[in-house]
């Protein structure tokens, strides 16, 4: 496979598979005639193994270069303890996956953010859900063709309730806010479920999408005149790299602009101009927070 096909089958994006192949010697690919990467079938099966072990937790320093038994009895030992009674709606979901049921599935998800509510959904039911298939991916009950299933059309559910909830909740009003992810971080569910959030407490919301170079967010909050850039980290990007990423972005963006990290990156910190938000819940009384400040004389 070329990196392109290793990336949509792994889950690991191609900056993740560079870095480790220079700082861990592993994956260790072929080149083809135009010096072009071309990663052997057992080498693209060890990377889903390590996808795997990153989601639950696992720093890859940890696991990089183990042998494929080592890493199969971290995960069996993971999905043991792990593994917690599941939902209704969880249940119902993983059913409609296995069966490959998309239309099943979608509108499954639509009748639960129309039973909750668009926040609790967001705020509750949509993480309980993805970390279920989440979960399941990494015992491999389901095969990467369905969690990218879910994740297609959880964004499309999810995506569809916050275009609703603009147009028929109250006028739009500060603060101004930017979503995305920087250019390693491909997961996007974590974003748009913090996106549907800033949308209920009635905030102006500009998405950028996933993989945005760094330069190109800070452009686009001095375009949009952006009052937060907010974005979301993955346990699958090292703490020092997102750390230096967010440096950068502070030295670029306008300093009137506060930037907000969540997710569930570890090691991440407060620092001034860096605001992190632990948990979704956080993101109603951050808001009412930054208009309470916004509406300070100054």
């Not at 693209?44 to 080592?70: F, S």
């Not at 599935?105 to 039973?115: K, T």
């Not at 275009?163 to 109250?170: D, F, I, K, L, Y």
């Not at 605001?275 to 509406?295: F, M, Q, Y």
Request: hydrophobic letters at 45%; aromatic letters at 6%.
């Amino acid at each position: 496979m070329n990196i392109a096909a290793v990336e949509r089958d792994s889950g690991l994006p191609k900056d993740t598979l560079r870095v480790w192949e220079r700082r861990y010697g592993f994956p260790a690919p072929l080149r083809d005639q135009h010096d072009e990467r071309l990663y052997p079938p057992e080498q693209v099966a060890t990377l889903r193994l390590l996808r795997r072990l990153v989601d639950v937790g696992y720093r890859p320093g940890k696991v990089v270069g183990l042998p494929d038994a080592d890493l199969t009895r971290l995960l069996e030992r993971v999905s043991g303890s792990a593994q917690q009674p599941l939902g209704a709606e969880a249940r119902e979901v993983l059913a409609l996956l296995g069966a490959s049921d998309a239309i099943g599935l979608r509108e499954a998800l639509g009748a639960m953010v129309l039973r909750v509510g668009l926040g609790d959904f967001a705020a509750n039911v949509g993480p309980g859900l993805a970390q279920a298939v989440g979960a399941a991916w990494s015992r491999g009950e389901l095969e990467i063709h369905q969690e990218h299933l879910f994740t297609e059309q959880f964004t499309n559910v999810l995506r569809g309730s916050i275009h609703m909830a603009q147009w028929a909740g109250a006028p739009r009003s500060r603060p101004r806010v930017l979503f995305g992810t920087f250019p390693q971080e491909p997961h996007a569910l974590g974003l748009l479920m913090a996106e549907a959030m800033f949308t209920l407490e009635g905030c102006l919301g500009i998405s950028l999408g996933v993989q945005t170079p760094i330069t190109e967010i800070a452009a686009a909050a001095r375009a949009h005149q952006a009052d937060i850039l907010a974005l979301s980290f993955s346990a699958m990007i090292p703490p020092s790299q997102a750390t230096a990423g967010l440096d950068e972005l502070r030295a670029l963006a306008p300093a009137t602009a506060e930037i907000w990290a969540g997710g569930a990156c570890p090691g991440l910190r407060d620092k001034p101009g860096l605001k992190i938000v632990r948990g979704l819940s956080e993101i109603a009384p951050a808001v009412r927070a930054w208009r309470a400040r916004a509406a300070e004389p100054a």
